[in-house]
């Protein structure tokens, strides 16, 4: 059986690297979440409009609760928003700082100036790719953020097997 090779790659997470992770895990890590965010957004909005037309009529609780359901809608992107600068005003062990990557067979060994840690592929509970990013969970908060501009077209693809190989096959790699 032929045997992966070591990836080495250096990576500095940037804030709008923070920000895109915060906005995955809010809105699109799940696909039902984006789902019904858009549906009672749809449903809300069509309600409040034919209301407003006369088409309609909602009253008493209904009404109270579309306008609840508007607020939340609202507000909801503001918070991920509040979230992410409070993340990236308080974080001072990732934000900025080079990172020596190392992804082998074994698993993910992280080196900065702060620490040296490594990670085994039977630990990771999940991972995500998008067009920018690999997202690999060590549980449903911590994650290695490996932007895909760091590396070469061959490591991204080696990558992928990688993680398809390595993750049990119900967190094998995830397309979002």
């Known amino acids: ?6 990836m080495k790659f250096k990576t500095t997470i940037n804030k709008e690297d923070y920000r895109s992770m ?29 209301n407003f037309l006369g088409i309609y009529e909602i009253e008493g609780f209904y009404l109270y ?5 508007v607020a939340v ?18 974080d001072k062990c990732s934000l900025g700082i080079e ?26 509970y999940r991972a995500y790719e998008s067009n920018q990013y690999f997202l690999i969970f060590i549980n ?10 760091d590396l070469k077209e061959n490591e991204i693809k080696e990558l992928r097997t990688i993680i398809n190989k390595k993750l049990l096959s119900k967190n094998k790699l995830k397309k979002r």
């Open 65 to 69: 609760f579309d306008y609840f359901a």
């Open 99 to 124: 990172k020596e990557i190392t992804i082998n067979n074994e698993g993910i060994i992280c080196i900065d100036q702060n620490s040296n840690s490594k990670f085994e592929w039977s630990l990771m």
């Open 140 to 149: 449903a908060q911590q994650v290695f953020i490996i932007p895909k501009q």
């Open 1 to 6: 059986m032929q045997e992966e090779k070591e």
């Open 22 to 50: 915060v906005y995955f895990n809010v809105f699109t890590k799940t696909k039902i979440r984006a789902i019904l965010f858009v549906l009672i957004s749809l449903i809300v909005i069509t309600e409040l409009v034919l």
């Open 73 to 90: 809608l609202v507000l909801l992107p503001i918070e991920v928003e509040l979230i992410c600068r409070k993340m990236i005003k308080t």
